[in-house]
């Protein structure tokens, strides 16, 4: 994998008409199907030929290497992501599907990792002033994670946030 800063995102930042465009399309049917079933597959070559500077769109995503919870193996993801201070947030929102994404269950069982080339110790979001908190600004980022909440309240599942210290 090609090393190069993970670049930082700030919850907090005025985003632009094309970050907008992206978000409206990415909510969208359509987004939906691209992002589970094209980007997906794409994003990681992408990150690694353009040094993570190109994505297919404006929201910014990097590479999550984790160990397999079963298998002990390497196990590589493309994950959206936002910083608070130095450490990075993620949502394991699972496109607002009934389960928890299986790199949940990877950093669960081994919390070392690593994120877009850079080391980090993982640990799942507990206190629920701070989980509000923090998801709040993931809305900021990504109004998507709004749309996915709504999906996982029927049937009783809280997105999990994890918060990545570095190492």
Aim: contains cysteine; proline residues 6%.
């Amino acid at each position: 994998m090609l090393c190069v800063p993970l670049r930082y995102v700030d919850p907090s930042k005025k985003r632009g008409g094309v970050y907008r465009a992206s978000v409206r399309f990415g909510r969208s049917r359509a987004g939906q199907f691209v992002a589970r079933h094209i980007a997906r597959h794409t994003d990681p070559h992408l990150f690694r030929l353009t040094g993570g500077r190109v994505n297919m769109g404006a929201i910014i995503n990097a590479p999550l290497i984790s160990t397999g919870a079963k298998s002990g193996q390497p196990r590589m993801v493309q994950l959206t992501y936002f910083h608070d201070g130095r450490d990075v947030i993620l949502l394991a929102s699972n496109y607002g599907g009934t389960r928890h994404p299986q790199w949940y269950y990877n950093l669960k069982a081994h919390p070392d990792c690593e994120f877009g080339g850079e080391r980090f110790s993982a640990g799942q979001v507990t206190d629920s002033n701070d989980y509000a908190r923090l998801y709040r600004l993931a809305e900021r980022v990504y109004a998507g994670y709004s749309d996915y909440r709504d999906k996982t309240a029927p049937v009783g599942r809280q997105i999990p946030i994890f918060r990545l210290s570095p190492r």
